[in-house]
């Protein structure tokens, strides 16, 4: 059984920073990816970063040059630091994990910027 447990979200104010992270533990096997997605209301799931293996990065258009996605040296453990953050960011911020069993998700963390 493989546990997503995130932590790190909340309400912040336009131009304001959050950090989110995500430990993977279980039967995680070979890791092949792990990255964050985001839901708004109303609105589909959409990536907003990921980080593969061997370190490749990939972020949305609307994210990119404000939010960084890292992962610690074990691999187990990725942090999404989000900067200059606009109300547009608002969403349910879901982390994802894909190895050679499957595809995980977490619970998800609630992300809110607004003034």
């Known amino acids: 059984q493989v546990q997503l447990v995130e932590s790190g979200g909340g309400l912040v104010q336009p131009g304001g920073s959050l950090r989110l992270s995500c430990a993977a533990s279980?039967?995680?096997?070979?890791?092949?990816?792990m990255g964050w997605y985001r839901q708004a209301p109303g609105k589909q799931r959409e990536l907003v970063a990921q980080?593969?293996?061997?370190?490749?990065?990939n972020y949305v258009d609307s994210v990119k040059g404000r939010f960084t996605i890292s992962r610690d040296n074990a691999g187990n453990t990725v942090t999404l630091q989000m900067n200059s953050l606009k109300p547009g960011d608002t969403a349910i911020y879901y982390c994802?994990?894909?190895?050679?069993?499957?595809?995980?998700w977490g619970q998800g963390t609630q992300v809110t910027v607004s003034s």
């Open positions: 980080i593969t293996r061997g370190g490749s990065t």
């Open positions: 994802n994990m894909r190895n050679v069993v499957g595809v995980y």
């Open positions: 279980g039967s995680i096997f070979m890791i092949n990816s």
